[in-house]
């Protein structure tokens, strides 16, 4: 993934502040990587190479560690996140349609984040409403019900807000350079 401007800056600066505070103990591994992602939202590369450089481990045993939980992510929460309910009742209806839907429509698989860190689709266990079945969480919001239509429906939505956001910062922008000129 991408890094933005500015970004690997940041990640540098709290990984260093994380080990200065936890110490280069290779015991201190995994509360090390729970704080950075704690502290960015999730475990950037180099973060992780990072925190094998001080460990003095090798990369791919920092790698292992955050692959293995999957309390741990490998890409950065989008702006919108979107999850696709795999429990039993919402596959027999049709969960893994719904999420190749997102998948295909973002271009991105579960797991990923989209590059404009507009959305992130994942996958989850049973959210507690199989009569809704299929469902979807998008920010906190359970969709219910959702077919392949619905899922170009909500994300046309999301479209149709950045536009609008966008059209907005535009007019902001044009009535300050007319104020400064
Ligand atoms: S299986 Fe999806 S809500 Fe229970």
């Known amino acids: ?23 280069t103990e290779r015991q201190e591994l995994i509360p090390v990587i729970q704080e950075v992602q704690d502290r960015l939202g999730y475990l950037p590369l180099p973060a992780m190479e990072q925190i094998a450089a001080a460990l003095k481990i090798p990369e791919v045993d920092v790698y ?6 999957n309390q741990f992510r490998l890409n950065p929460p989008g702006k919108h996140q979107v999850k696709v309910c795999m429990g039993t009742a919402c596959h027999m209806l049709g969960g893994h349609i719904i999420l190749d839907s997102f998948e295909r429509r973002l271009e991105i698989k579960e797991g990923e984040t989209t590059p404009d860190r507009e959305f992130s689709l994942e996958r989850v266990a049973c959210v507690g409403c199989c009569a809704l079945a299929p469902v979807v969480v998008v920010d906190e919001k359970v969709e219910a019900k959702v077919s392949p239509i619905r899922v170009d429906g909500i994300l046309l939505t999301f479209e149709i807000e950045k536009k609008e956001q966008e059209k907005e910062k535009e007019k902001e922008n044009q009535k300050e350079g007319g104020q400064e000129e």
Not at 64 to 69: D, H, M, P
């Open 1 to 23: 993934m991408e890094l933005l401007e500015g970004e690997l800056e940041q990640i540098e600066k709290e990984t260093e502040a994380i080990l200065q505070h936890h110490g």
């Open 64 to 69: 292992s560690v955050a692959t293995f939980y």
